[in-house]
């Protein structure tokens, strides 16, 4: 289902060029690997409802028809991008103390100079999810020149929960962040002075005054464009700033409509398949979609819709899902050696 309405964009002449167009090149921004948690008892977390305005119930289902329904979608949306060519880490969650584990991307994020960061949480049940096998996996696989644990601030009431609550430019070095409790400047000054990212805080809130919890809900960065709930932010001066940093890197800036962030259409994430860009979304994004705003993403990448309807019950949808490695392969015999030494990995 796709709408007619016009377009709202806004772009400039590319200052910076990550690839070129068609989608075929390669893209720092569009990792071409994801870690994906499979739970096995999901249901949306109570504790997180006090300031997700984007969660909801279905009392017409139990909790083992939604657990069951949650961990169908998840693999569907692994075998989904499995098909386009995109190298899929699958890790399993039993768990039932964490509800949230279905989202990965709030504890750790990858970084293409090899380091991996780990994030301190809001909620004290989604402290839980930090899994270090996936830590050790991600060594064992890849180039990992350093973890940098952030989780410490959580002793300190200070938290930034990973690239749910910062939106990442990593070509021109931009961090895109909402203020909220989930984001704190203090760790966001921190990080970005670690990581030698531009910041770029704002405030944002719905169209009842409720702040937007994470800022990829409303917004997401890929090679040739961004998608972003530009009206949803205040004031109108930071406003204008946000879109003119996003203008200057060259992207093409589309703006979504309240109603269009509420079907989680800033919630997406773009990756690298084995022939070229994806992007990666819900099928309920994807129907709010005009036919304008379509054929801007269209022009650089290829829109991939899957159904995950029940995981959109907890207030994320599919980027919230997915963890992209932007981390270089490890040789193969250096991989072997890890398997035959004692430690293993």
């Known amino acids: 289902m796709t709408h007619s309405a016009h377009c709202r964009c806004i772009s ?3 200052t ?3 690839a070129s167009r068609g989608g075929t090149s390669v893209s720092v921004q569009a990792p ?3 870690v994906l948690i499979r739970p096995h008892r999901f249901r949306p977390n109570p504790e997180t409802a006090v300031d997700n305005a984007f969660q909801s119930l279905d009392p017409g289902r139990s909790d083992e028809e939604i657990a069951l329904a949650a961990y169908d979608e998840v693999t569907a949306v692994a075998a989904a991008l499995e ?7 699958l890790f399993e969650d039993p768990d039932g103390s964490r509800p949230d584990s279905v989202f990965p991307n709030n504890w750790f994020s990858t970084h293409p100079d090899g380091r991996v960061a780990t994030y301190p949480m809001f909620t004290p049940n989604r402290r839980a999810e930090r899994r270090w096998d996936v830590i050790e996996f991600l060594e064992h696989e890849y180039v990992v020149s350093e973890v940098v644990d952030y989780s410490r601030l959580e002793r300190d009431g200070i938290f930034l929960e990973g690239t749910g609550a910062m939106v990442l430019d990593h070509v021109n070095r931009v961090a895109y962040v909402a203020r909220s409790h ?10 970005c002075a670690d990581f030698a990212y531009e910041p770029m805080l704002f ?3 719905d169209e009842h005054g409720v702040p937007i919890y994470h800022t990829n809900v409303m917004m997401a960065v890929a090679t040739d464009f961004a998608l972003v709930g530009l009206d949803l932010i205040t004031p109108a001066e930071r406003r204008e700033e946000v879109a003119t940093r996003l203008a200057d890197s060259g992207r093409e800036v ?3 409509s309240a109603g269009q962030v509420h079907e989680f259409a800033g919630n997406a994430i773009e990756l690298r398949g084995s022939r070229g860009r994806i992007l990666a979304m819900s099928r309920r994004a994807e129907s709010s979609f005009t036919t304008a705003q379509r054929e801007v993403i269209e022009r650089s990448c290829r829109i991939l819709a899957v159904d995950v309807e029940t995981i959109e019950l907890a207030g994320g949808s599919v980027r ?4 992209g490695v932007h981390l270089d392969r490890r040789p193969r015999s250096l991989r072997r050696m890890d398997e035959d030494s004692p430690r293993g990995w």
């Open 16 to 18: 910076v060029r990550a």
């Open 12 to 14: 400039r002449t590319r």
């Open 182 to 191: 989930r984001a704190d400047p203090v760790a966001f000054e921190r990080f």
């Open 203 to 205: 405030d944002a809130v």
């Open 320 to 323: 919230c899902m997915i963890a």
């Open 254 to 256: 589309v703006v979504l």
């Open 83 to 89: 098909t386009a060519g995109v190298g899929v880490h």
């Open 32 to 34: 071409s690997a994801v």
